[in-house]
């Protein structure tokens, strides 16, 4: 038995920078998780990794990532990403210094 579709967002690493990066709906990547675009279909988010996995002069590794649907946009729906979207956890410096809020 097949498993159900969760909703999924496509993250990879900026290869100059190494920052966690989102691919947007209008073909961006962006450091921000919420301006990640929420794919809820199948076909269309293997569609969205293959375009993600054809810029590899911009970024590394690219990979579906489950998510869900926030306030202000997708959420990570495990620990991992979660980390990921908050940076380095040493000291403020980087992304969590840019993104201080």
Do not use: C
Request: charged share 30%; net charge negative.
């Amino acid at each position: 038995m097949s498993r159900r579709f969760t909703p999924k967002i496509v993250t990879a690493n900026d290869l100059l920078e190494g920052d966690v990066v989102y691919l947007t709906r209008d073909d961006r990547w962006s450091l921000r998780l919420s301006e990640a675009e929420l794919i809820e279909d199948e076909p269309h988010a293997q569609k969205r990794l293959h375009f993600a996995e054809g810029q590899q002069d911009l970024v590394v590794g690219p990979y579906l990532a489950d998510a869900h649907r926030g306030p202000s946009g997708p959420e990570p729906a495990h620990f991992r990403e979660a980390f990921r979207a908050r940076g380095p956890s040493n000291y403020r410096h980087g992304k969590q210094e840019d993104l201080r809020g």
